[in-house]
């Protein structure tokens, strides 16, 4: 065998025994009548002694050859180490090599392999597997590992079934951009990769199979970000017999066991909030509510006071920032910038301090007296040193732009601790919104969301106003699950189908063997779907999904790692029947 423990589990107990570890060479320190190297695998790192006095000469030799990265076997004894390191779980001992072996030698590598690296992160994609050997890449692949064994668990334990379902499908028009594959048996047609199992998990409980789950790769071909990927990684779900509540305690259930199992916390029942609420307190669908600085309407006490910009807008809010009363006119000046990138695209911003003593002074003084401000302050919740900020125009460009000034006071000011976690159910979303480019509605999640019953007669009146039977699940202001009870009869699908602009034809050639199989008795049915990436992500405390993913692409949707995308050659596209403009 090529070892007979791992590096990370000899202590002082072992002493005196005779060991054998392979593994790769840390770093390597000569002094001339001594050597030591740090020898690392997966599990930890042991310390390796060679010298002049007790090292056969042929041995010591080759361990002065060594370089980082070398894979090497050893053969020796554990001895107690003479300058003890407690911060190491191999600290106590060390061992006096007698054999060694090099099983592959290795170039210089681009980077250090350290905690802290001076490889940038283009250069660690590059060589990601280096980069994997770093314990922050490491330990948050071994994370996620345990959290994909727990969701397992808690869901078998629940009575759920993982089923497989397939991944060369058919592309269907709602939704993102699907990747597509050629067929080259199929002349001129297309699979497409799923974006998500949906209509598949819909024909599983059609088939009887009540409780389904899959940790199952999807696709989407769209713009990416810290907390996207064109392939990612869903636990998909879905339960037949089954109202809105039954799937919010279930999934409920199984984000309680992941935060006490992989985190060690204990939760309440999780709050719920209604989008339109979170809307107006938030400014967004997914609101972080481990901090508060929630949003507080204007309007009645800023509007007709001879202050036209606020009186020309359809929307004026404010929120207090706790303790950033104190805060310098440059610091203030500086927020004002903030929101006024074309990131953001405020045209400017209203500021008012109130002071320790219970005065209020503000940007716009001439327009506002205390009595005036005093409600500002009532309004918004802001206490003496805080700072007020008001924003103001359309409704939905202002609510959002606040919202991100808020995230990033949030951050700022330390409010968002990664290891506090506030889970959060936000419910009651519109069913459709309206898209100026196409000029007609969408479905808000997708097409196959039923609409909440009492809403119905809305669809023929008043779309927009109808809410949908559907819910998303909030961890520290991103949606991390998110589902829907599903229509499950053929006429309201079809309904759907029409409000959504489909021709009659156009649904049967997109859908028509779901709307067949509704046909045959279809159950009462819903799910939901977490990402499994971004869940995991904010478990291990950080903000972005790559180092949670073996293998990640760039910004650019590309591996640098194996090149891909890349060319093919001109014989597979004439087998494909593709001709590149």
Known sequence: ????????????????????????????????FMIWVDLRDRYGITQLIFDT???????????????????????????????????????????????????????????????????GEELRMKYRYLDIRRNPVKNSLIFRHKVGIEVRNYLSKQGFI????????????????????????????????????????????VGGMDKYFQIVKCFRDEDL???????????????????????????????????????????????????????????????DIRFGMEFGELNEVTQHKDFAVFNTSELVVGIAVPGAGAYTRKQIDELIDWVKRPQVGASGMVYAKYEADGSIKSSVDKFYDQADLQKWAEITGAKPGDLILVLSGDAQKTRTRMSALRMELATRLGLRDPEVFAPLWVVDFPLLEWDEDSARFHAMHHPFTSPKPEDMPLLETNPAAVRANAYDLVLNGNEIGGGSIRIHDKATQSLMFKYLGFTEEQAKAQFGFLMDAFQFGAPPH?????????????????????????????NSGRDVMIDAPSAIDNAQLDELHIRLK
């Open 1 to 32: 065998m090529y070892r007979s423990h791992n590096c990370g589990e000899l202590n002082a107990m072992k002493i005196n025994q005779e060991v054998t570890l392979a593994g790769w060479v840390q770093k390597s320190r000569n002094k001339g």
């Open 53 to 119: 006095d007790r090292t056969q000469k042929e041995v010591f030799d080759r361990a002065a050859s060594l370089g980082r990265e070398f894979v090497i076997q050893v053969k020796g004894t554990v001895i107690e180490r003479e300058s003890k390191n407690p911060g190491m779980a191999t600290g106590e001992i060390e061992i006096l090599v007698s054999e060694l072996t090099i099983l592959n030698a290795a170039i210089i590598p681009p980077f250090s392999i350290e905690d802290e690296t001076d490889g």
């Open 162 to 205: 993982e089923v497989e379902t397939p991944v060369l499908i058919k592309s269907t028009p709602e939704g993102a951009r699907d990747f597509v594959v050629p067929s080259r048996m199929n002349e001129g047609q297309f699979y497409a990769l799923p974006q998500s199992p949906q209509t598949f998990k819909q024909l599983l409980m």
């Open 225 to 287: 970000r810290a907390d996207r990927q064109p392939e990612f990684t869903q636990i998909d779900c879905e339960m037949a017999f089954v109202e809105q509540e039954d799937i919010i305690q279930t999934f409920e259930g199984l984000a309680s066991h992941l935060l006490k199992e992989v985190k060690g916390i204990e939760t309440g029942p999780f709050p719920r909030m209604t989008y339109d609420e979170a809307m107006k307190k938030y400014g967004n669908d997914k609101p």
């Open 526 to 554: 819903g799910g939901l779907a977490f990402g499994f990436d971004r869940l995991v992500a904010i478990l291990g405390g950080q903000e972005t999904i790559r180092d949670f993913i073996a293998f990640p692409k760039n």
